[in-house]
Every structure is written in structure tokens, then in C-alpha cells.
């Protein structure tokens, strides 16, 4: 499709899942799932996945009574205008401007600068009639710092932009189909006026007199709708790996390369320990993924629940670990596509393999809701302050627990001595939470050196980015073991699930291995035991491996993909696919006669000659 019939398409698809949700009716869960099934980016997912939230979450009662109503049945649909040309991550950067009139009892929306033009945000160039943008709030001349305002943007009647906004579409991204079903726009207002009830006041406000009431909360609660999306985006990496590892392990047990013996069959290139070694930690990923994006669950609802009573005390750490593993899921899982499209050989770069599709879809992820370094400097800062606490008497809490036994992790050392005990939760995350436990240390350790703290931290950036890594992976292992703990249902499941959780962690120190061995976490002995179990739990996947990603229950239609056909009837399909290519309609290509053949003619004529 081109650019515009893709885009209309996705209309067509998003109101009639829309007309669905109404009709049967679906509920909440389903109407999710439907969305997540359309399998499309478009302008339901920030509608529904921010506008809608940062009105539930940021506005008044009365607010919320005006507009939800209304933005639940769809009458208006609306977008999640934060980014800047000029600023992204730095939202305290942002430009545009929101004055306050006292004559007018409205707020002045404006533009100053080309950089201050919102750019990026999807369902804003074509679709949304309304919007959450984000402004310096402005009153009596002195500059408040960045709020939220419910904008509208586009006539009810005929769709044009109001008069003061210029609107559109940012142009084609990466990729062929992918993210351009999406109408990421940009905006500029000039000068443009909306009613002093339209700025979000459930956590600070402006009176009609002009003044400004800050908020008695965490202003960082305006960052709500973001932590609430990262939180969801670490599932959507499950899937997304899950996806890819579907498709990679089935067509791994299809395709045959070497081995064959007296003329008979070939190797299934799934029984070479390099691809297994590729592969089953990617297929452990999609699973820990999983299991750690239930967990992030829980927590953002106690985290949600808590702050309804006003208990502000988990937040950072909610902040931290919604960042952090949204960070960590999501380039895990990007490389983790590409790894599977490599994974699958030549076939893997056609189009139908459905790899190429998938990477260039959900790489972005890296970025959207947060620049993935940006994000771990988030809990790097965290990790710093409940470092440098220690031994204040405030004892560290939830993910950072382990912190708390300082002393011992500082000093212990591996008890592993042979491959099984590599194995054993306990021993195994010891060595997680000490080589997390000194890394941390040792970049505050480096930080105290600097006199200027902020200078210290942008010296020592690339080392408190690994350490926030190393506590992320903690979080992610703690979490898988935990599950096993807990009930599983399913005959022999459990243990599956045991050599998934052992792939994943022992996986991690292979790759790792500069930070486990620099931190005295294991030594090079242990290393070797720890890949000596590894190749150990790679046969015993093996062959469950099948069996493992069947358990996603994705259809041939989702998975979109004629590698990982769930027949495995790769060969005769690959042909099919080939011959629907619009080249192959005719067997003499379009330029032949006016390109090719003189070429050839020239060549035969002055052959003769
Ligand atoms: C549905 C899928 C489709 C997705 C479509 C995509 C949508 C989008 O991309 S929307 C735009 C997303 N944009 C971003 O994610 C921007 C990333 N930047 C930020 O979030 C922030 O600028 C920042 C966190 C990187 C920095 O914020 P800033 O206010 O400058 O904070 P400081 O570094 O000065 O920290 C102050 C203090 O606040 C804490 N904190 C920061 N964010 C949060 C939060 N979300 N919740 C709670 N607390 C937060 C931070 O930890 C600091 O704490 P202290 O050290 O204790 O002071
Ligand atoms: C597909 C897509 C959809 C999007 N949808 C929306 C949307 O709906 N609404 C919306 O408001 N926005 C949206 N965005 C914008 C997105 O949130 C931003 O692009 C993102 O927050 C990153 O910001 P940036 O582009 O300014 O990157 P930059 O901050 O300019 O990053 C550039 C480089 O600088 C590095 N860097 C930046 N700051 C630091 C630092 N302090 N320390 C070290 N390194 C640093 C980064 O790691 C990166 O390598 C979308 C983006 C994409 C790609």
C-alpha cells in the first residue's frame, strides 16, 4: 500500500475494532486485546493510552466529568502532545508557551521559536480533534514550568484546523509499512486562546485572579501517563520476542544445513549449540519478560493505590523501575527481532519471513516513552541516593532490599563449585545481587571523588548506565525465580520453565562476564562452570523448544510470517509469496524494451562488427 492507503486503512480497521467494542460489547481486557490484535500502530493507542489517562490522572473532578464522557464514546479523540523539534527527553526544556490573561480568564497557547513546534506525537498530523499539550505555564510574567492543557485542534464540522494552529503530518519513518500507519505530527500555535478550566488542575493551579497554587504533591505526578505506558510496554516486549522466537525456532527445526551422512538427511540447524546459544536465551527472554511485566503490574497498581492515599513513599521506586525496565525490555527485545532475522538465514531478510516488519515496528520502542539511556540514568540516580544512604538507618526497600545487606555482598564470595549448583536460586542470585550491589558502589564510590556532583555523574555516565543495567537484570531474574516458586500449573511445565530461568541468568553472566569477573562476582573457574551448565540446559530445551513457543498460541495470521508456519510447510509457501510479487506478473519486465534490450542489441551490433 502506499503511504495513504496504509494510513486509510488503518482508519478503517481502528473504527470498525471501534464499532466491534460497542456492538458485542467487549469489555475493558478485550477491547485491549482486540486493539493489540489490529496489530497496527494508530491513533486508537494514544487515545486510549494517554490522552485518556493523562486526563483521568491530571485533572479535577469536574474536568474529568466534562471530558471523559465524552472522550469514552469517542466523540472526540485526542493525542498526547509533549515533544518538542528542539526537546524530547528534556521535558523541563520544553518551549511552548501557555501565558495566562487575567482580562480573558484564558491561557495563551504559543509557539516562540521553530524548535518549540510539537513534533512526533501519533494521532496528532491527521486524526485527533483534541489534545493533552504540554506548556510553561506562564502567569504575571513569571514562568511556572511545564503543565498539561486539554487543546482542541480541528473544527467538529469539517476537521480544519482551528485558526492559530498550523497542523500535519512529520513524513515517512523507518521501515516500509510499520510505524507509518501512524499520523505522528507536528504543531504550531499561534497565539491560539482556550478557557483557564482547560489547564489540568488536579495538581496545581491558576485562579481566575491569575494566581498560581502549586501543587501540595510530587509535581512529578504530571509524569504519571508515562510511567503508566512504560509499565505496559515492558509486556508488549514479551510479545514482541515472543513473536520473533516463534518464528525463528520453527523454521530452525525446518531448515537443514550439513551433517548428512551416507547421502542421508541433513542437520535441523536448531541442533547446532551456536544456534541454540542464540536462540534459547531469546526464547528464556520472552518468558522472564513475561513474568517481570506481571510483577511491574502489580507494583504500578499498589503504586497507583497508594498514591490515591496520598502515599507518596513508593513512587520513586516505581519511577525507577518502570523506567529502567522499559529501557532494558525494549533493546533487549529489538536486538533480540534482529538476532532472529540473522537467526533465520537469507529467508530471514525476505519480507515474508515477517522479521523485517516486525524490527522496524517495534524498534522505535527504544525511543517512544523515553530514550532508553535517558531512562536508565533515571535509576541510576536512584541507585545513587539509596546508595549513598546506606547506613543512615534508612533501611533500602522492594527492589532495592538487597542493598541492604551491604556488608555481606560487599564481601561474599561464589559458593558454586561445580556446574549444578549453578542451579540453585540462591547461589544464583547472590552472584546477581553482588555484581549489581558493587558496580553501583563503585560508581558512587567514583562520584564522591568529583567535588561537583553533577560534573561527577556526566563524567561517570557510561558506567552508572551499566550499573543501572546490572540492577534491571537482578530485578528480571528475582522476579523469574520468584514465579517458579509460586504455583504452575501443567504437568512437567514447571520444570521447562526452570531451564528457561536458568538460560536467562546464566545467559546474562556469558554476556556480561567483564562485569561479573572485574566485580570479584564469580571467578573465571565459576565462569566456566556457569557455560558448562548453560550447554547442559540448551539440550534439555532442545526438545521442548517446539513445544515452548506453541505455548504463545499465535495464529499463522498474527505471526504473519512464512518461516514460522505453524505446518512447517516453509519450501512450497516461500515459492507462493514469490510468485504473488507484482514483478513476477509478467515474464518480460516493465523496462526491458527501453533500458535492456538496446543495451544488448548495442552489445550484439558491435559484436558483429
Ligand atoms: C502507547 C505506545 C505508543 C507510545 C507513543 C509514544 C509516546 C511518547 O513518547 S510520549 C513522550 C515521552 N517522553 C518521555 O518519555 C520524556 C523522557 N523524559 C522524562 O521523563 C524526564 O524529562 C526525565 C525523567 C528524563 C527527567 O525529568 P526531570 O523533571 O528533569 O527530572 P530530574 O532528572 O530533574 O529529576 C527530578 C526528580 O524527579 C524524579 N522523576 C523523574 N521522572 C519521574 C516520574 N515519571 N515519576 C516519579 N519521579 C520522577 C527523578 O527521579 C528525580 O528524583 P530525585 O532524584 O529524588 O529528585
Ligand atoms: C515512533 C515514535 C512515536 C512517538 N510518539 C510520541 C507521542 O505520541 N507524543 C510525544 O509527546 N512524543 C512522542 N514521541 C517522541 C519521543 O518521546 C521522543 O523522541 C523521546 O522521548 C526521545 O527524545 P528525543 O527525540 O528528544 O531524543 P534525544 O534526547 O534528542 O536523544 C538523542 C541522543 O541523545 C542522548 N541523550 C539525550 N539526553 C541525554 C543525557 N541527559 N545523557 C546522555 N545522553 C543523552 C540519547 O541517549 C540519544 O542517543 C515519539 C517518538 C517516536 C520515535
Not at 36 to 41: G, I, L, R, S
Not at 184 to 206: A, E, H, T, W
Amino acid at each position: 500500500m502506499t503511504r495513504k492507503e496504509l494510513f486509510k486503512n488503518t482508519l478503517r480497521k481502528s473504527v470498525h475494532a471501534w464499532k466491534l467494542i460497542n456492538e458485542l460489547p467487549l469489555s475493558d481486557d478485550e477491547s485491549l486485546m482486540l486493539r493489540h490484535f489490529m496489530d497496527q500502530p494508530g491513533f486508537l493507542d494514544l487515545h486510549w493510552r494517554m490522552f485518556v489517562p493523562a486526563i483521568k490522572g491530571q485533572g479535577t473532578e469536574e474536568q474529568k466529568q466534562k471530558w471523559l464522557p465524552l472522550a469514552n464514546k469517542m466523540q472526540i479523540i485526542g493525542c498526547y502532545a509533549q515533544t518538542e523539534l528542539g526537546h524530547g527527553s528534556n521535558v523541563q526544556g520544553l518551549e511552548t508557551t501557555a501565558t495566562f490573561d487575567p482580562q480573558t480568564d484564558q491561557f495563551i497557547l504559543h509557539s516562540p521559536t521553530q524548535t518549540s513546534s510539537k513534533w512526533w506525537p501519533g494521532g496528532l498530523g491527521k486524526v485527533s480533534t483534541h489534545a493533552v499539550i504540554y506548556a510553561r505555564l506562564i502567569t504575571d510574567g513569571k514562568d511556572h514550568g511545564v503543565h498539561g492543557f486539554i487543546v482542541q485542534l480541528r473544527n467538529m464540522d469539517d476537521h480544519s484546523p482551528l485558526p492559530g494552529i498550523t497542523i500535519g503530518d512529520i513524513g515517512v519513518k523507518f521501515g516500509n509499512g510499520a510505524y507509518n500507519s501512524m499520523d505522528n505530527g507536528f504543531l504550531m500555535f499561534d497565539k491560539f486562546c482556550i478557557p483557564r478550566d482547560q489547564m489540568l488542575m488536579r495538581l496545581s493551579k491558576v485562579t481566575r485572579e491569575g494566581k498560581y497554587v502549586p501543587s501540595d504533591v510530587p509535581r512529578q505526578l504530571m509524569y504519571g501517563t508515562m510511567v503508566s505506558v512504560r509499565q505496559t510496554i515492558v509486556s508488549n516486549a514479551s510479545i514482541a520476542m515472543a513473536r520473533a522466537v516463534c518464528i525463528a525456532t520453527r523454521y530452525s527445526a525446518v531448515r537443514r544445513q550439513f551433517g548428512s551422512q551416507n547421502g542421508g538427511i541433513e542437520t535441523q540447524v536448531i541442533d547446532y549449540k551456536t544456534q541454540q546459544n542464540r536462540l534459547f536465551p531469546l526464547l528464556a527472554s520472552a518468558y522472564a519478560f513475561r513474568f517481570v511485566g506481571e510483577w511491574l503490574k502489580w507494583l504500578y497498581t499498589d503504586v497507583t493505590q497508594r498514591l490515591e492515599a496520598s502515599d507518596f513513599a513508593t513512587l520513586p521506586e516505581a519511577h525507577a523501575c518502570t523506567a529502567g525496565l522499559k529501557s532494558m525490555t525494549t533493546s533487549a527485545t529489538s536486538d533480540g527481532i534482529e538476532e532472529c532475522r540473522k537467526l533465520c538465514g537469507g529467508h530471514g531478510y525476505l519480507w515474508c519471513s515477517g522479521l523485517p516488519e516486525l524490527f522496524a515496528v517495534y524498534v522505535p520502542a527504544c525511543t517512544y516513552e523515553g530514550d532508553n539511556v535517558v531512562l536508565q540514568l533515571q535509576v541510576a540516580r536512584f541507585l545513587m541516593k539509596t546508595v549513598s544512604q546506606l547506613g543512615s538507618g534508612k533501611a533500602p526497600a522492594g527492589t532495592t532490599a538487597y542493598m541492604g545487606r551491604a556488608k555481606h555482598l560487599l564481601q561474599c564470595r561464589s559458593s558454586i563449585r561445580k556446574a549444578e549448583d549453578w542451579l540453585n536460586p540462591a547461589m544464583v542470585l547472590e552472584t546477581f545481587e553482588a555484581r549489581a550491589l558493587r558496580m553501583a558502589v563503585s560508581c558512587a564510590n567514583n562520584l564522591s571523588k568529583f567535588e561537583n556532583q553533577e560534573q561527577g555523574f556526566s563524567e561517570l555516565l557510561a558506567d552508572l548506565v551499566e550499573a543501572a543495567i546490572a540492577h534491571c537484570q537482578l530485578i528480571v531474574v528475582s522476579k523469574f525465580i520468584v514465579k517458579l516458586e509460586g504455583e504452575i500449573k501443567g504437568k512437567g511445565v514447571k520444570n521447562q520453565l526452570k531451564n528457561l530461568c536458568y538460560i536467562y541468568a546464566l545467559h546474562l553472566i556469558h554476556k556480561h562476564l567483564g562485569d561479573f569477573l572485574s566485580t570479584n562476582s564469580i571467578t573465571s573457574e565459576q565462569a566456566s562452570l556457569a557455560n558448562h551448565q548453560l550447554r547442559s540446559l540448551y539440550t534439555q530445551v532442545r526438545p521442548n523448544a517446539v513445544a515452548l513457543v506453541d505455548a504463545f498460541d499465535y495464529t499463522d495470521h498474527y505471526l504473519g510470517s512464512v518461516l514460522g508456519r505453524y505446518d512447517g510447510n516453509v519450501y512450497p509457501k516461500l515459492f507462493e509469496e514469490a510468485l504473488k510479487d507484482p514483478l513476477n506478473d509478467t515474464v518480460v519486465p516493465d523496462g526491458y524494451h527501453e533500458y535492456i534490450r538496446p543495451l544488448i542489441k548495442q552489445h550484439l551490433r558491435s559484436a558483429r562488427l
